[in-house]
């Protein structure tokens, strides 16, 4: 069986807790399943590692992690830390200079999980979206800066940039999302009506590309505002959605909320290029206030590294994913919870459960 | 009794049934109250104006609009011309030379509608939302554009800009509507943890204008991606809400879907010093799919109806206000609805009902 060598970034807060938890699970479904192995470089890149040295990440991060075929990633973020500050020396480089360009989100309902909104209630199968979210440029360019910063006549900017390329190749993978899907469908997400430079090219590239797809996939537009309307409205209508750094983070937050709880959401950072190492993580953030009490959903990690054996497998372990997929519905639907999904088990029991499963 | 002088700007699509119908209502009030007069300037300003002579307003637009105490607006777009040039020659442009830096959407569940939320559904007051949206700068600034526009390595861009004076205007005036309402509870909302310029700038503002604030009106702030949770998870736990140009555009769409629909929505977009017209309009667009059909719901514009007598008002016409939103809730729990509110009424139908009442 391949060995894969895993960096493993557990990051603050509840990060640790659930990077703890979703090791043991791999290693479980490592045993149990005999088509793989994981070995482990564990890196304290943390906000507390911050504190105590004045940085997260040494100088030859980025030749640090491309020794890896994949990031394993906790959160990052803790409140004596300003966030764009452990946000841009971890995370956001890492997305960037990884040429992780693209970002997958898979939303549903899990078994034994309930949906705040009243239709899903009563069929969950009405919301099942893949979020594809452009993770490389965008909004989160992060060019931008302020002038007569410490007065009353500051001015602060933030510049968005699209280019070409950029949008060319999150339209194909999310065309390829879609036609890999039974229901075949693409919805795109804009703003051009208010942005007009941006934004208008990120729609004709979309038609472009989409000319390729016509009569393979079914696609549609949707404007931002309007797109949480439907989200609520009409779940059913919608399968693969593509939307800016943006918007993306914003909906998929949203589809979190709507399928039930932020905690089961996973978040892949891909670089389908394979030049260089993607990274998983679970969509939530560091949670401080539960950091440290063993009550953090593990879910969201859990199905975080399903999605990591599926992508270092590249076709040849989506069994031994499915079969990790399995046991997490099969927990949740027996009422092994934590407390956000209604339940009262602590990590660690969510975490047995699993293990049991696999 | 005074009587104020409206520019009627009916727009595109059902903006011109709606525009009818709230003058209609308006006429009933004004007559039953003693309290107003309204007359009226009809603008033909619209996309099918524009298709026929090549502009959506003329030359001395804003000299026109300035001789008018209040803008009533239906909606503008239609298919056949870009939205992005719809929406810059005329409500943007509008909102940003009438100086109405502020956006005040009100979201509450009217009686006889309902809620997706399963929980609202339960206990409608749960959700009872002022969001305050910065309406003159922004995600809309409008700066930004394209270089190597028409090939391959084209790369466009979106200049976000935040001032200091824009950003201070806003939140106190976000505090001042917070500290007018009974729970006097303020949520900022923020991205800054991405983006590190501008949003670092509405932060810090933001602090500084709290500080006048403290003890008085309670305050936090979220991040834009975790605030869509906390609206479909904990919609009881808010109140006011002051967010950016683009982050409250999607965040108001979605308060309305969550509320029970985007229909009955209202938006005022205001010039606080008075020395402009501010413009009241309903937050749907002008929904080509069933404009012209007579099935259009007219509950958004008679929400924004009333806020325009209310404004216009100043103080002295609140109870006159209120009653034309008293009619609108005992309309809409007997039933008298259309068809997006579950109901099978007409616009017209929905109007009368409302006349009826006052
Ligand atoms: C932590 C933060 C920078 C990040 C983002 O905005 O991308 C998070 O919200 C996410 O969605 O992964
Ligand atoms: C029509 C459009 C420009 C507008 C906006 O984005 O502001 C609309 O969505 C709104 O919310 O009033």
């Not at 043991?24 to 045993?31: D, Q, W």
């Not at 991060?61 to 075929?69: F, I, N, P, S, Y």
């Not at 696609?219 to 609520?232: C, E, G, P, S």
């Amino acid at each position: 069986a391949p060995n894969y060598h895993i960096a493993s970034i557990p990051g603050d807060g509840i990060g640790v807790d659930i990077t703890q938890a979703a090791k043991t699970v791999l290693s479980t479904l490592s045993t149990a399943s005999k088509a793989f192995t994981l070995s482990y470089t564990d890196l304290d890149w943390s906000s507390s590692a911050y504190l105590q040295r004045g940085y997260y990440m040494p100088e030859d991060w980025a030749t640090q992690l491309r020794k890896h075929d994949a990031i394993y990633f906790g959160a990052v973020g803790w409140p004596s830390v300003p966030d764009h500050i452990s946000l841009w020396q971890m995370i956001l480089p890492i997305r960037q200079q990884m040429n992780q360009y693209v970002n997958v989100r898979p939303t549903r309902i899990l078994a034994g999980t309930k949906s705040p909104v009243a239709a899903c209630q009563k069929d969950p199968k009405l919301l099942d979206w893949v979020i594809v979210r452009e993770n490389s440029e965008g909004e989160y360019a992060g060019q931008g800066g302020t002038t007569h910063g410490h007065t009353k006549d500051a001015i602060a900017t933030e510049l968005a940039i699209f280019t070409y390329v950029g949008i060319e190749r999150i339209m194909r993978f999310a065309f390829e999302v879609a036609k890999s899907r039974p229901r075949k469908k693409l919805t795109m997400v804009t703003k051009s009506n208010a942005q007009r430079h941006g934004m208008v090219l990120w729609d004709k590239v979309f038609y472009e590309v989409a000319e390729e797809y016509k009569g393979v996939v079914e696609f549609d537009k949707m404007l931002v505002d309007a797109m949480t309307v439907r989200m609520v409205e009409k779940p059913e209508s919608m399968d693969t959605i593509v939307a800016t750094n943006l918007h993306a983070d914003i909906l998929s937050d949203l589809a979190a909320a709507l399928a039930g709880s932020i905690g089961i959401a996973p978040s892949s950072n891909l670089d389908p290029t394979r030049k260089n190492p993607s990274m998983f993580e679970p969509i939530h953030g560091s949670a401080p206030d539960i950091a440290g009490k063993g009550i953090a959903n593990p879910v969201g990690a859990f199905w975080s590294a399903a999605e990591m054996v599926r992508w270092l497998g590249n076709g040849k372990l989506d069994e031994t994913a499915g079969r990790l997929m399995q046991a997490i519905a099969n927990v949740t639907v027996t009422g092994v919870k934590t407390r956000d999904l209604g339940g009262e088990k602590s990590t660690a029991e969510v975490t047995d459960a699993v293990c049991q499963e696999i």
